[in-house]
């Protein structure tokens, strides 16, 4: 019994001091409900309550750094394995993979409308880059036909994502284009920070054929689904 006594005496004195009631349990063994008993009655200060709030808070982003890299290191695992799971690509496979890519993100040319040079946008280098390779492995596209630009908000680093893209392309800066999107100083996006660099367009000059080609391909993909 008089331990009982001092137990709760301490538990009252510890949540005077701003502890939580799951540090009192680490240092009293006690049931929850029977400290949640003990300390109805202890009124705490707004100093201790903030601290109690700030632990709060500080356990929450605990949690959610700690799911946030299990997230990350799952979503890693997973990429690493399946990526392993592409070998290597035939020139077709390769071939079909430009002609699908062209189909989500290059330029169209409409029946009536005028004539479209082969234009891919993208953000992404990795597909850029594929698209580069493809247009100059399959169509033998001479270095000097190909034109790139540069679509940037004006507030960003646009001189750096020059010297980015410019290295990532195996291009010398000077032949890439810059535009500029108007600025938004209120933005939603999250493309924000050093991880920005922009859209870059990829354009190949008097190529107006080749753009009814490659949607010749494409409808030959697309008649695939209804056979």
């Known amino acids: 019994m008089i331990k009982r006594i001092k137990e709760k005496e301490r538990a009252v004195e510890l949540r005077k001091q701003g502890l939580s009631y799951r540090e009192i349990l680490a240092k009293i063994p006690v049931s929850k409900s029977t400290l949640s008993v003990w300390l ?3 009124h705490l200060s707004k100093k201790q309550k903030q601290r109690l709030t700030e632990k709060k808070l500080a356990a929450a982003l605990r949690g959610a750094r ?13 990429k690493h394995t399946t990526a392993s799971n592409i070998k290597f690509l035939t020139k077709r496979e390769r071939w079909l993979i430009g002609v699908a890519l062209y189909w989500a993100e ?15 946008s993208n953000s992404d280098c990795t597909m850029i880059k594929f698209f580069q390779s493809w247009i100059q492995e399959f169509f033998k596209i001479p270095k000097g036909k190909l034109i790139y630009e540069l679509y940037i908000h004006e507030n960003a680093t646009w001189k750096e994502a020059i010297v980015w893209w410019g290295r990532q392309l195996h291009i010398k800066s000077k032949y890439i284009r810059v535009y500029f999107k108007r600025p938004n100083f209120q933005p939603h996006r999250k493309n924000i920070g050093e991880t920005y660099h922009g859209l870059i367009r990829i354009k190949v000059s008097a190529s107006s054929d080749l ?3 490659i949607s010749g391909w494409v409808e030959g993909i697309g008649l695939q689904s209804e056979s």
């Open 211 to 213: 753009t009814r080609k």
């Open 40 to 42: 109805k009655s202890v």
């Open 106 to 120: 290059g330029s169209k040319e409409k029946e009536y409308g005028r004539s479209t040079p082969v234009k891919f």
């Open 66 to 78: 700690t799911l946030h890299l299990k997230r990350l290191q799952k979503w890693q695992q997973i």
